[in-house]
């Protein structure tokens, strides 16, 4: 799988998780310790991936792998 096909399904997956918890953009930047939510948008949009410690911290907040972030795995766990 190329890159850019792990950037939007990686996309996918956290506007999906995120939704899942109500929370908007800026809450969810504003959880992982970040000033803007522009990351969180580039991120959605599949244009950048998030960075390592970035997906440990989603991966603990909505109880998920992180290979699951990261289109590596159709299992949550």
């Known amino acids: 799988m190329e890159i850019e096909q792990h950037r939007k399904i990686s996309g996918m997956r ?13 809450e969810l930047a504003n959880r992982l310790g970040m ?3 522009t ?4 991120w959605e949009d ?3 991936l998030p960075r390592g410690l970035e997906i ?3 991966a603990e907040m909505f109880d998920v ?9 159709n299992s949550r766990k």
């Open 39 to 42: 990351s969180v948008t580039r």
């Open 14 to 26: 956290i506007k999906e998780l995120r939704e899942s918890k109500g929370w908007t953009k800026a």
């Open 56 to 58: 440990i911290k989603m």
């Open 65 to 73: 792998s992180t290979d699951y972030i990261l289109g590596l795995s």
């Open 35 to 37: 000033k803007s939510y």
């Open 46 to 48: 599949g244009s950048n």
